[in-house]
């Protein structure tokens, strides 16, 4: 079946860097785009950006643009989403979601995995 | 780009119909049949429930449905049940490649 598969919670300091790791299985991993969406406790989802597996492209939303870097191995079906200078309002809960290209909404979400920031 | 407007809570008997709408501008909500709906129960990772403004994916309950009209989408709910106590999120192409969600709306089931 498919899914998304995504790495376990970080503890991080102020300033830190995270890398947040997303397998998938059960389709063509370069079909589809990834995209990453947060959610901070007690809050709504925030679309962080997408990946194009195929190609490489990425599109970031304007608040993480300069923070985020999103990038994906074909070889092991993984994308990865790297968020630096972490701030404690960086604590959330991050989703890996597949899309269909072009479409832009996402059919197949990972279990999400929580980042917490705190000195 | 401002998230999409959802109103924070609404509320239903069983077997009864809801709806919450998903407020957006003619930039984005108003110019694209690109909106999506999404249920999250706590804890859970969100689940698509309807997409390009009205279409169902394949196991979706058709007691689902969406619509859009000008810049506000809607999600309606028919056949309330106890099991869709949960959280809704729309989510809209804005251009440029890229979705806002909306703030999001806790249903409760009386």
């Known amino acids: 079946q498919v899914q998304l598969v995504q790495s376990g919670a970080e503890v991080k300091k102020p300033g830190a860097s995270v890398k947040v790791s997303c397998k998938a299985s059960?389709?063509?991993?370069?079909?589809?785009?990834l995209h990453w969406v947060r959610q901070a406790p007690g809050q709504g989802l925030e679309w962080m950006g997408w990946i194009n597996p195929n190609s490489g492209d990425t599109n970031y939303a304007q608040k993480f643009q300069g923070r985020v870097t999103m990038t994906s191995e074909t070889s092991i079906s993984t994308a990865y989403m790297d968020l630096s200078s972490l701030r404690s309002d960086d604590t959330a809960v991050y989703f890996c979601?597949?899309?269909?290209?072009?479409?832009?909404?996402?059919?197949?979400w990972g279990q999400g995995t929580t980042v917490s920031v705190s000195s | 780009q401002s998230a999409l407007t959802q109103p924070a809570s609404v509320s239903g008997s069983p077997g009864q119909s809801i709806s919450i709408s998903c407020t957006g501008t003619s930039s984005d909500v108003g110019s694209y049949n690109l909106v999506s709906w999404y249920q999250q129960h706590p804890g859970k990772a969100p689940q698509l429930l309807i997409y390009e403004v009205t279409k169902r994916p394949s196991g979706v309950s058709n007691r689902f449905s969406g619509s859009k009209s000008g810049n506000t989408a809607s999600l309606t709910i028919s056949g309330l049940q106890a099991e869709d106590e949960a959280d809704y999120f729309c989510?809209?192409?804005?251009?440029?490649?890229?979705?806002?969600f909306g703030g999001g709306t806790k249903l409760t089931v009386l």
């Open positions: 989510c809209s192409y804005v251009g440029r490649s890229t979705v806002v």
């Open positions: 979601a597949r899309g269909p290209r072009r479409y832009y909404f996402m059919d197949v």
């Open positions: 059960g389709y063509t991993f370069t079909g589809y785009y």
